[in-house]
């Protein structure tokens, strides 16, 4: 007390700070108005106002509290009293080692709430709820169906609780404990406690909640209104009943999900905000259940905070009586009301300044790509719900986003480049609404990774959304003459693959190469790629004329069509040799039919229509082979994964149904492998045995549309040999964006983030592994390493024949 009374006798800021304090929580009258009104001090996540309570809980005002820390009040002030530049951080212990997840399946959502008080008995590390309608979503995501072998029967809630120990017997018996008495309580049916990456499977799927909900086609939406609640988990039982009866008068339902343990559960009821009605409900459902959190002492933000969402609510949840010591803090800290003004204190109605104006926005907007996911390009941008996710740091990790990783600029993030779209489609009188130069410049340091549609909660896909900007952008003014040349990258290089001694003469020398450098607007500083003596298409049908095949495994496993990139067909010759050689090896026999490039460079620059035609001609063309079962693989990850991704959303209605069957029977030379080795036909035999380290850089279009796990898996397929992801984003060189003057600093300097570091620590001796051809264009530029296709690294392994 008398530390304090000292802090605050002066007239510098910070004394007058401890001052009002000091004045303001020192009366009786006060304390009794914080402890009577605040939420109750059990509930853990409460972050309504500033946070007065927390200081009461400390010394001098509680004899048995904490030392006095001020940074309990700048904690959930939401920046409104002061601008942070440094922090001590205090750490806590770490976990035991041993962790493991009890998935406890629930008949309902009450009995789940029920269960939770049980579970909270024996303190697990955490405890989440994912519900039946997340786990519905999962079923039709491709990226998320895979997660969720743990489910069984169809729990409407899954209780999900991590449990840590020093070994995994001692997690297995707290894990029996916690069934035993669940099972003597009638709660629950189904147990499985999981470790390891089936336990990550779990939390991939109750990380995905949020961009699953969002995810909703149509313009009606999981809302967050009133997500942010936290209840002392003893009254959630009774509050969540309270509020689905709420919701149900309404004709309205929602989610349940989230941090059940603390008593905090995101609900998002399904609004329309770009009507009338649903703007109305948005206010409605928010005052009733600001009411009902009252009733329960519970507290209205419990992690995100109050915002302009829930600001206006302050002075229901805490009285006036309370408000009004937040103006002398706030008056106090900030005089001039320079600090982000408009929250905590005087914040607007919760429903001005609405992002989505009736009326505006519903009008089709004739795009190349269907956006059918979304349906249509404005809601393909308003999927971005502005969490910021996308400005990750290198340090965090991650694909997402590496434009913003090299730069730390706001206008580099997805959010922004979403933010910026959204406003000129939906506000533009223009009649072509993409006919604004800030579109194109926002998008500038785009590299189209696509790591936003898989990292971003939301699963806003800028590529796409990019690519389709510059079409637009060409139908008005034109296509430039780069665009044009690299878009038809493919066709060039048939052109010089007729006389590839005097093409690599001139494509060596800097000074030969002026011309064709200029014309691309090339950087200086980078070489560019040579081709092979022979494409690969005329090596393998000189081949078969000549009736060589790799002699290998006498059991022959079934046939395989090699879909010949542009990229593997003129430059990485070489790889496809060993990769076609790889296969027969292992008893494969292969085919080339005929088909088209893959459009990738197209697609790159913006060329839609032209990839359309190619996405066409791919699909007739290999149609076939798909109707037959017949796996199509391909070695260059962005031309292979095409048709997953733009493929289906290029091609017409009439097409889709084709397009879709042949997308479910492509996959990368990893994949395939990988597959191969589940079903028992590829083993450890045919490798040599030797201890060896790989260390793989992933192509971004791996990580986000398919996974590493495949290629994880073929490469530690020789015994001995073991793999490690190199943690880094995007390598810079993205296709052509890094051999682009414009681009090339920055795109070094996404190189220089972690990954080329990483790579000058490794010995002279290590094996780099990168399946893609920029990829390791871009690791040689930047670290003077040679990095291998995975299939070079599975066929230099081979017991040789």
Known sequence: ???????????????????????????????????????????????????????????????????????????????????????????????????????????????????????????????????????????????????????????????????????????????????????????????????????????????????????????????????????????????????????????????????????????????????????????????????????????????????????????????????????????????????????????????????????????????TFHFRKAQGVLRAAELCNGSGDCRKTSKIGGVMCPSYMATLNERDTTRARANVLREFLTNSDKKNKFDHPEILSILDLCVSCKGCASECPSNVDMSKLKAEVLQQSYDIKGIPLQAKLVGHYASLMKIAAMIPKISNWFLRSKFRSYPLRRVLGIATKRMLPTLAHETLRAWFSKREFEGKRIPGSVVKRGEVVLFCDEFTNYIDVEIGKKAIELLEYLGYEIQIPAHAESGRTMISKGLLRKARKVAEENVKALSRFAAEGIPIIGIEPSAILSFRDEYVDLLDDSMLQVAEKVSKKTMTIEEFISEEMQAGRITTDSFIEKKQKVFLHGHCHQKTLSSLEPTIKALSLPSGYEVEVIDSSCCGMAGFFGYEKEHYEISMKMGELRLFPFIRSLPEDAIIAAPGTSCRAQIFDGTGRRALHPAEVLWDALRKY
């Open 1 to 367: 007390e008398s530390t304090l009374r000292q802090q605050s006798s002066g007239e510098s800021l910070i004394e007058r700070i401890y001052g009002t304090i000091w004045d303001i929580l020192s009366h009786p009258e006060n304390q009794e108005l914080i402890r009577s009104h605040f939420p109750k001090a059990s509930i853990k996540r409460r972050n309504t106002g500033y946070a007065l309570d927390a200081l009461l809980e400390m010394r001098p005002f509680s004899n048995n509290g904490e030392p006095f820390n001020l940074c309990k009040l700048l904690v959930g002030s939401e920046g409104t009293l002061a601008f942070v530049t440094e922090a001590v951080l205090n750490l806590s212990p770490l976990p035991p080692p041993c962790r493991g997840v009890l998935c406890v399946h629930c008949r309902t959502i009450r009995d789940s709430l029920l269960a939770n008080l049980i579970v909270l008995q024996h303190q697990p590390l955490s405890l989440e709820l994912i519900d039946r309608y997340i786990l519905e979503c999962t079923k039709a995501n491709s990226l998320f169906s895979k997660h969720r072998n743990f489910v069984e029967g169809d729990p409407e809630g899954i209780l999900l609780v991590e449990l840590a120990g020093e070994s995994i017997n001692e997690v297995r018996e707290q894990s029996k404990k916690i069934e035993v008495e669940l099972k003597s309580a009638g709660l629950g049916f189904h147990y499985p406690l999981l470790f390891g990456s089936d336990a990550q499977s779990v939390w991939a799927i109750r990380k995905a909640g949020l961009g699953l909900l969002k995810n909703i086609p149509g313009d009606a939406k999981a809302t967050s209104v009133i997500e942010d609640a936290a209840i002392a988990p003893e009254d959630l039982p009774s509050y969540v009943e309270d509020f689905d009866r709420l919701l149900a008068n309404y004709k309205l339902s929602s989610v349940h999900y989230g941090h059940i343990g603390s008593g905090e559960l995101h609900f998002d009821p399904i609004l329309n905000l770009k009507t009338k009605e649903g703007q109305k409900l948005f206010r409605t459902i928010a005052e009733e259940t600001a009411k009902l959190v009252k009733k329960y002492k519970g507290s209205l933000s419990g992690e995100h905070g109050d915002g302009r969402l829930r600001g206006e609510f302050i002075p229901w949840m805490v009285g006036e009586e309370n408000i009004e010591l937040f103006r002398r803090i706030k008056q106090t800290f900030d005089p001039n009301l320079i600090f982000n003004p408009g929250k905590i204190i005087d914040t607007p109605p919760m429903d001005h300044n609405l992002r989505f104006e009736v009326g505006k926005g519903l009008d089709p907007i004739k795009t």
